[in-house]
């Protein structure tokens, strides 16, 4: 009759401890503590909101606000980006406008709610780094942790038996285990060794990355600055605000911070598909510049092409846009030329059929002796389909058959009045039409080389031969676009790294057994369950018990008491046991 004793609870109890030891610090996650209510007072509610505000659930859930708060920014027209799209939309909704603009909806990224889930994600993702960072290089400093008591608990480990000395089985496992880069060192009767350090590492980076590509974003919002000028050939831009035909800018954006450099536009060339799907579609898209960067620089010759701009300094200059300037020359019914210029035509679509005006300001004089001003509303098509075609409407985007529309007007355009005005529209409030001999408004279509005489001797309008093109140029400065870039790689590679090395741990006991024979024990564990820290350890297994001479059958009698209940009977080679391959 067999008698059974209950086992003590207490050894157990502490090789589950010893073992909880040899799988810490495997990551730098802050550990989950049991809810703690703050001591009444303000230092205890400070704490509490502190560990709240810095654990990785409420950054999380900041950075999730972060990318929906977004989402109204590329939805709704914003006041920075388009300021005449916020005035339309509030113009048509004006219920919903009054709303979005007290929302802050119209300026989003200025506005105070995104600006305090920006500021506060920025102080969590600092507040969860610095303690992880100052506990991985610890863990760097220090050693592996000893092997467990049983390593033979562990989720993938082997034993087999051996005829080596224990000392020559650890001097082996050290080699080997160092070969493969793993650190390692001798820690009583076992070697204890770790690899994988690069997974904290690049958790680490992909954190500080989202910090920097935060600090570019503010820099670069705050510093930047954005002007758009169109430049008709043969004339020239120096960068400063006065210069600009719209400009916008951060709010700490001073114009002390515009790089100084000055360009002109010799040509622009523009080509295009002639046949095909494709047709209309520009093949050659570009300009030619002279630029000179500072005061005193000299003169360079470049072309800027579409998305290969001209970088000067912190200074981008790109090419956004094309049109065409016909030259206009306008004279008094004496014959003396108040007008000539060529006037730049805002394309309406994409064969470049264009609208604008002709205004003339200064120096004509009506039949009758008295200062008057001359308005034209003027219509372009670069290649006409002529009248059979029944519309004004451009057939392609070079310049195959150009005609120029223009309708006549005369008296105060009101450019002395001191409210703004569009260089592309005429107010007509106190202009009069010229009359054509039917009464109606006099208008007529030109080709180039062609003059329209005006009624009643009150001058002509000659539209010139030749048509120039202008072309239109975004200056941007954005210094912080470098370090987002920067930040954005770090923070790829960092996850990369966090989401495809595994940190894992290796420990190899030999000690002699009861008959004398070394009985040589292997195991590692992971941070996570996968199939990579079995495979390895196999490996290593199978190279260490190679390197190591086994026990012969006499040094294994088979009435001597087993000292590894897990080895198979019969077997000197390495048993796995579950989770680890048999080699």
Known sequence: MSKTTASDPAPAAAEDQDLGAAGSQLSTAPTEEPPNLPSLGVIGWARWFWRQLTSMRVALLLLLLLSLGAIPGSLIPQSGQDATKVADFRKGNPTLGDIYDKLGLFHV?????????????????????????????????????????????????????????????????LALLKKRRFRAHLAGDSVAAEKGYLRELGNLVFHIALIVMLIAFAWGQLYKSEGN???VEGDGFSNTLTQYDDFKSGN?????????????????????????P?????????????????????????????????????????LVSH???????????????????????????????SSGAVKVLDGYRNPQ???EQLGFNAFFVPTFGGSASG????????????????????????????????????DKTNMKEFKDSDGKLFKKLLRPGETMKLPNGAGSVTFGKDIKEWAGFQVVQEPGGGWALAGAIAAIGGLAASLFIQRRRVWVRAVKGADGVTVVEMAGLGRSESAKVPEELGDLAGILYDETPAASDADDPADSPDPDPDREPGHDTPVPAEGAEKR
């Open 391 to 426: 519309t004004m409407l451009s057939q392609f985007p070079a310049l195959d058959s150009p005609v120029l529309a223009l309708s006549a007007y005369h008296g105060d355009l009101g450019a002395d009045s001191g409210i703004p005005q569009s260089v592309y529209q005429m």
């Open 252 to 276: 700490l954006f001073t114009a002390d911070d515009l790089v100084p450099f000055s360009f002109n536009l010799d040509e622009f060339t523009g080509t295009y598909e002639r046949t095909g």
């Open 229 to 231: 000028k169109l430049i």
């Open 369 to 371: 002796g008295k200062k």
């Open 278 to 318: 494709n047709k209309g579609t520009p093949r050659t898209y570009q300009a030619a510049l002279d630029y000179s960067t500072g005061p005193y620089g000299k003169d360079r010759k470049t072309t800027v092409k579409v998305n290969h701009p001209l970088e000067i300094g912190d200074a981008k200059v790109y």
């Open 109 to 173: 990224y200025s506005s105070v709610w995104f600006s305090a889930i920006y500021i506060l994600l920025f102080v969590s993702l600092i507040g969860c780094i610095v303690p992880r960072t100052w506990q991985f290089v610890g863990q760097l400093r220090g050693l592996p942790p000893g092997a467990p008591k049983r390593l033979t608990r562990l989720p993938a480990h082997t034993t087999w038996r051996t005829a080596a000395e224990p000392e020559q089985v650890h001097s082996a496992a």
């Open 323 to 353: 049109g065409y300037a016909p030259v206009i020359t306008v004279r008094d019914g004496k014959g003396k030329v108040v007008y000539d210029s060529a006037v730049p035509l805002l394309p309406l679509d994409a064969n470049v059929t």
